[in-house]
């Protein structure tokens, strides 16, 4: 475990903490007219329990996501760039919503941004 990482899990309020923001976050992204068919059938829960551990995961050396692979997950589903985008922003609001200081919601942002071509790999080929 690196110590700047087992920080970052710590500003965000720990396992605890990240799950707070992630319920908000989804609050916010299902009221989204954008986002929210994305998510039509989706069991909300073990999606919260999963993002959450992802989060967590990559925000701390001791945590291990154990979920889906995230390419096969978001593939087909037509997510673009915006949507990305506009994900991340409802993450931000959650975030700051729960206090995160600016420099850490920064770091969050930019592991997730590594992320993003897996999330919206097939939208290139379909739109
Ligand atoms: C940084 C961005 C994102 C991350 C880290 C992320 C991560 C995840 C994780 C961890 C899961 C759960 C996998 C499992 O159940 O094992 C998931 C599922 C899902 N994600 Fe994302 N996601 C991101 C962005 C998005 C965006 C932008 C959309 C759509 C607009 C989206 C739509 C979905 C849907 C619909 C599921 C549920 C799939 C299912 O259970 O059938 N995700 N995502």
Not at 18 to 23: I, K, L, T
Not at 51 to 73: N, R
Not at 94 to 108: G, P, T, W, Y
């Amino acid at each position: 475990m690196s110590q700047s990482e087992s920080d970052l899990l710590d500003q965000l309020g720990g396992m605890d903490g990240v799950r707070r923001v992630v319920d908000e976050m989804y609050v916010r992204v299902l009221a989204d007219p954008e986002l929210t068919h994305f998510f039509d059938g989706v069991p909300i829960e073990k999606l919260a329990r999963m993002q959450t551990e992802f989060i967590a995961s990559i925000t701390s050396g001791d945590i291990q996501y154990t979920g889906a692979d995230l390419t096969k997950v978001h593939a087909g589903r037509g997510i673009t760039g915006v949507h990305f985008s506009k994900f991340c922003g409802h993450l931000t609001d959650a975030l700051e919503a729960n206090n995160v200081s600016s420099h850490a919601i920064d770091q969050v942002l930019g592991k997730l941004a590594m992320y993003s071509d897996k999330v919206t790999g097939s939208s290139n080929v379909d739109g």
